[in-house]
């Protein structure tokens, strides 16, 4: 079983910033694609921002010059760093990651975290 465990997320006001962190642990293999989505109260969850095996990156128009995801790999985690924060990016952010088993490690499986809120308000 793999665990996927987010961290970071509270209150900020607009203009500020935060640093999310999601910890996979568990039966790992390998660790391919890593993701952040978010879901606003009443809206669908939204891709913000995925990274690749090779550190390619892919960001939402809306968070695009302020925000910035990393991943490293030796502690098998993902980061996202929010600047300039506005009202609007107030959700539940989600991390997923696609991870191969020890004992089948070509094939990948898709996990999400349990959410961790990030509010931005004055």
């Known amino acids: 079983q793999v665990q996927l465990v987010e961290s970071g997320g509270g209150l900020v006001q607009p203009g500020g910033s935060l640093r999310l962190s999601c910890a996979a642990s568990g039966n790992i293999f390998s660790i391919n694609y890593m993701g952040w989505y978010r879901q606003a109260p009443g809206k669908q969850r939204e891709l913000v921002a995925t990274?690749?095996?090779?550190?390619?990156?892919n960001y939402a128009d809306s968070v695009k010059g302020r925000f910035t995801i990393s991943r490293d790999n030796a502690k098998n985690t993902v980061y996202l760093q929010m600047n300039s924060l506005k009202p609007e990016d107030t959700a539940v952010y989600y991390c997923n990651s696609d991870i191969s088993h020890l004992d089948s490690p070509a094939r990948y499986f898709r996990y999400w975290g349990q959410g961790t809120l990030v509010t931005v308000s004055s």
């Open positions: 990274i690749t095996s090779n550190s390619g990156t």
